[in-house]
């Protein structure tokens, strides 16, 4: 199989990559270095079955070449981050909505296979936990950034899925849920890679909030895994799945685990959201996802425990302290 990963120099894009590989696959990635880095992907740079272009996925003639090419799209590039999302809106929007266009356009004129990349963000600040695929978006005003995320995101899944219905494009959309392992920078504002840097230099680490708040981590060995189990099926078009893993933990908790696996002396510190992100943000308190859909269509469920994650991602910061 020919696949294109879109966003494929990322954090999950570069994994994904690898594990495609590994399947035997032809693997073409299109990134353009604006959140991921070249160092995740340089390693691959020699297999034959591997190519990429650095360029943005705007450039539409480009894009209709590499779609052209593949069997399979994983559209993965977008603007990710809740720090890059409250400090860069625009940039957010634009690429989140217009890119996942330029993609979609491609792909209906040759209707190839596109699985895209949603996020757990789109649920917003629903408390009906778990979340189920067709429960309802629980969205804040557009005064407060945050929601432009989720909104844009959203919006992706629209449109994925109206080309699905309108001209039979074969989309599937994936929604994934905190997701986290080795290579992941704390650049831009996730958790685990900050609070694991930190315990690693034995420097405060910083939870948001009162620490009540909670988050189910996912490995992305296991995303990644999911993924290419859906590109295998062929009875996930016009679907949304969840995906991550349902262990739930308050990020007081994560922090004083993380020092716990990490042998740390820092100092846990609670820092209002104010002050982390700017006047009248909102956090959202819990989100965990139901995986009983995954489970049912591809017989499968991420269940790497929390403990080797951080084990994992305090081994790769070891090994490559400049990266993070
Ligand atoms: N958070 C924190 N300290 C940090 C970064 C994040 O306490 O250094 C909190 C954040 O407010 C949120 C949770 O950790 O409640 C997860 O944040 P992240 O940005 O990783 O992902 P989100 O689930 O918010 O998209």
């Given at each position: 199989m020919n696949?294109?990963?879109t966003?494929?120099a990322?954090?999950i894009?570069?994994?994904?990559a690898?594990?495609?590989l590994?399947?035997?696959?032809t693997?073409?990635?299109?990134?353009?270095?604006?959140?991921?880095?070249f160092?995740?992907?340089?390693?691959?740079?020699?297999n034959?079955?591997?190519s990429y272009?650095i360029?943005?996925?705007?450039?539409a003639?480009?894009?209709?070449e590499l779609?052209?090419?593949?069997?399979?799209v994983f559209h993965?590039?977008a603007?990710v981050?809740?720090?890059l999302?409250?400090?860069?809106?625009?940039?957010?929007?634009e690429?989140?909505?217009h890119?996942?266009?330029v993609?979609?356009?491609?792909?209906?004129?040759?209707?190839?296979?596109i699985?895209?990349?949603?996020?757990?963000e789109?649920?917003?600040?629903?408390?009906q936990?778990?979340?189920?695929?067709?429960?309802?978006?629980?969205?804040?005003?557009?005064?407060?950034?945050?929601?432009?995320?989720?909104?844009?995101?959203?919006l992706d899944?629209?449109?994925?899925?109206?080309?699905?219905r309108e001209?039979?494009?074969?989309?599937?959309?994936v929604?994934?849920?905190?997701?986290?392992?080795?290579?992941?920078?704390g650049r831009?504002?996730?958790?685990l890679?900050?609070?694991?840097a930190?315990?690693?230099?034995n420097?405060?680490?910083?939870v948001?909030g009162?620490?009540?708040?909670?988050?189910?981590?996912?490995?992305?060995?296991?995303?990644v895994e999911?993924?290419?189990?859906?590109?295998k099926?062929?009875?996930?078009?016009g679907e949304?799945l969840?995906?991550?893993n349902d262990?739930e933990?308050?990020?007081?908790?994560?922090?004083?685990l993380?020092k716990q696996?990490?042998g740390?002396s820092?100092?846990?510190?609670?820092?209002?959201y104010?002050?982390?992100?700017g006047?009248?943000?909102?956090?959202m308190?819990?989100?965990?996802?139901?995986?009983?859909?995954?489970?049912?269509?591809?017989?499968?469920?991420?269940c790497?425990?929390?403990?080797?994650?951080?084990d994992?991602?305090?081994?790769?910061?070891?090994?490559?302290?400049?990266?993070h």
């Amino acid at each position: 199989m020919n696949v294109l990963i879109t966003g494929g120099a990322g954090f999950i894009g570069s994994h994904l990559a690898e594990r495609c590989l590994k399947e035997g696959w032809t693997v073409a990635v299109v990134d353009d270095l604006s959140t991921g880095s070249f160092t995740n992907i340089q390693h691959l740079k020699g297999n034959a079955n591997f190519s990429y272009t650095i360029d943005t996925i705007f450039h539409a003639p480009m894009i209709a070449e590499l779609v052209d090419c593949c069997d399979i799209v994983f559209h993965l590039a977008a603007a990710v981050g809740v720090k890059l999302i409250v400090d860069s809106p625009v940039r957010t929007i634009e690429t989140n909505v217009h890119g996942t266009e330029v993609v979609l356009r491609a792909v209906a004129k040759k209707l190839k296979r596109i699985i895209i990349a949603s996020t757990s963000e789109v649920y917003g600040k629903s408390s009906q936990v778990p979340f189920h695929e067709d429960d309802d978006l629980v969205m804040g005003p557009t005064t407060k950034g945050r929601w432009s995320y989720a909104c844009s995101k959203a919006l992706d899944e629209f449109l994925g899925l109206a080309y699905h219905r309108e001209k039979g494009v074969p989309v599937t959309v994936v929604r994934l849920f905190n997701t986290v392992g080795p290579r992941q920078t704390g650049r831009y504002g996730m958790v685990l890679p900050n609070f694991v840097a930190r315990a690693l230099q034995n420097e405060p680490m910083t939870v948001f909030g009162d620490g009540r708040q909670s988050r189910c981590f996912g490995y992305v060995g296991d995303a990644v895994e999911a993924l290419v189990r859906i590109a295998k099926s062929a009875d996930v078009t016009g679907e949304v799945l969840n995906i991550g893993n349902d262990r739930e933990i308050s990020i007081g908790a994560l922090a004083e685990l993380v020092k716990q696996r990490t042998g740390s002396s820092s100092e846990i510190v609670y820092l209002p959201y104010d002050q982390a992100y700017g006047p009248g943000f909102e956090d959202m308190f819990r989100r965990v996802p139901c995986l009983e859909k995954l489970q049912r269509l591809i017989g499968y469920r991420p269940c790497t425990p929390l403990e080797d994650i951080i084990d994992a991602v305090a081994a790769d910061m070891r090994e490559h302290p400049a990266s993070h």
